[in-house]
């Protein structure tokens, strides 16, 4: 995707700087933890988007948790692109990332099942990768989900700087 030249302020360049951080440091100091707020709607997208799209296609239920989770972030990424804001355009790409290290964490949690269940139902990524004969691969593909998603929140960040300072010179 190739952003349009936009001009952040100082503010909203420290804000997402701080979001960033707070989402990296919430995942790493305490894996357990989430970040308040915003992984509680994370959470209602997720279980959200299981009914919703295995309306559309039964057999894709399972897969309707995590393909909102990642949808709803790049919406929100494409909307502020299209209005040329950049604050808001960061802000959709970090919160894609954070999404992505909890669906890492998820995802890591296939084989052992440790993760508490909105209401003791199934784990999706047992099923999602039992169904892909990748379960052993679990801990695997969620370090690379994690790399790539702290690659993109580290990317949105000096993207963002990089705007900013090209704008105030």
Known sequence: ???????????????LWCFAGVCAWFH?????????????ANLLIHEAGHPLLGFVVPSWTVYGGTIFQLAFPLLFTWHFYQNRHAAGQAFGLIWLAENGLNIARYMADARQQQ?????GGMHDWL????R?????DDVYLATGLRIAALLLMTYTCLWL?????????
């Open 1 to 15: 995707m190739s952003f349009h030249p936009l001009k952040p302020s100082l503010p909203e360049l420290l804000l």
């Open 28 to 40: 790493f100091v305490d894996p357990s933890q989430w970040v308040p707020l915003l992984d509680s």
């Open 115 to 119: 993760l508490p269940l909105v209401g």
């Open 127 to 130: 099923e999602i990768l039992s």
């Open 132 to 136: 892909w004969s990748l379960l052993n």
């Open 161 to 169: 700087l990089q705007s900013w300072r090209g704008c105030h010179k």
